[in-house]
């Protein structure tokens, strides 16, 4: 076999099923439901959505797919072949930001926005910036192959992340306070692949001990309904390893981040 051959062998790829808490949670919804949700166990945008419906306690059902496939029950729902995508009934909808707030409108459950409308106001601005520049320089730091690069990539990342947390609330340890709401959701995928990803791949450190990021990583890590949607760390590793290397062909949002363009 040739050297090229053998490194091909022992490339990892991304997992096709959740493994650990997920795939509990995953066949505890298998069940035909109404309100189906289309996603693959490695993907963070899908998360926030499995996370909010665990959250609210909706009934639903988990199917997973892989979206480099594109199956067409996916394709019927999102033309674009990106998953999270969400059927409710006859109707479908896709784009993670969008469906968290479609589950928050159900009005089931405990709510994700605040009553006040300023307030919710602050929860979307800050979801946008999690959008807009949290997520696609978490994507930079992963991707980049230079080491200098890396290093100011990763100093970005850190100064968007020390935005949201200087805007936090003081006492925390979620982003409005004792409770969990939009913002924490929105973020905490990548709040996860932090210590899972970032860290093995690019040496992104722990957080401070004692400090206001800290206890927001940890009431992450802790919380019941983020755990059941979380698979074990091995399934992060092997999936975003495509990522760490940038090979070719990884993903739309791979390319995305290549070509400088913004996220799909
Ligand atoms: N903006 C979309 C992004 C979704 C997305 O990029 N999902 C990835 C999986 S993590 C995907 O479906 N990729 C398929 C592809 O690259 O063709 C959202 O927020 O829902």
């Known amino acids: 076999m040739s050297t090229q051959n053998q490194s091909q062998c022992q490339q990892k790829s991304y997992h096709k099923q959740p493994t650990g808490l997920a795939a509990t949670t995953a066949a505890n919804h298998s069940r035909e ?4 949700l289309y996603g693959s166990c490695f993907c963070p945008f899908v998360q926030r959505v499995w996370i909010a419906l665990e ?11 892989d979206p480099y496939q594109k199956p067409e ?14 059927r409710h009934g006859d109707w ?20 994700l926005l605040p009553g006040d409308a300023k307030l919710r106001a602050h929860c979307r601005l800050w979801t946008d910036h999690i959008n807009r520049n949290i997520v696609p320089n978490f994507y930079r730091v992963l991707q980049e192959q230079d080491q200098q690069k890396q290093i100011s990539n990763a100093q970005e990342l850190q100064n968007r992340l020390n935005q949201l947390i200087t805007v936090a609330n003081a006492q925390g340890p979620f982003f409005l306070g004792p409770d969990i709401s939009l913002v924490d959701v929105q973020i905490a995928p990548w709040i996860l692949r932090l210590s899972r990803v970032l ?29 059941a949607t979380t698979s074990t760390d091995q399934l992060y590793m092997d999936s975003y390893e495509r990522y760490s290397q940038n ?8 390319n995305a981040i290549n070509a400088g363009m913004g996220l799909p």
């Open 33 to 36: 439901m109404d309100l189906k």
């Open 55 to 65: 959250l609210k306690g909706i009934p639903y059902q988990y199917i997973e797919v």
């Open 73 to 86: 029950s996916l394709l019927e729902v999102n033309p674009r072949g990106l998953v999270p995508a969400l």
């Open 92 to 111: 479908g909808c896709y784009e993670s930001t969008v469906l968290v707030e479609y589950l928050e409108d159900l009005n089931i459950g405990p709510s």
């Open 199 to 227: 860290k093995p791949y690019r040496g992104w450190p722990d957080p401070e001990k004692g400090s206001r990021w800290a206890a927001w990583v940890n009431a992450i890590e802790s919380n019941q309904h983020i755990k």
């Open 247 to 254: 090979r070719p062909n990884t993903s739309q949002v791979a």
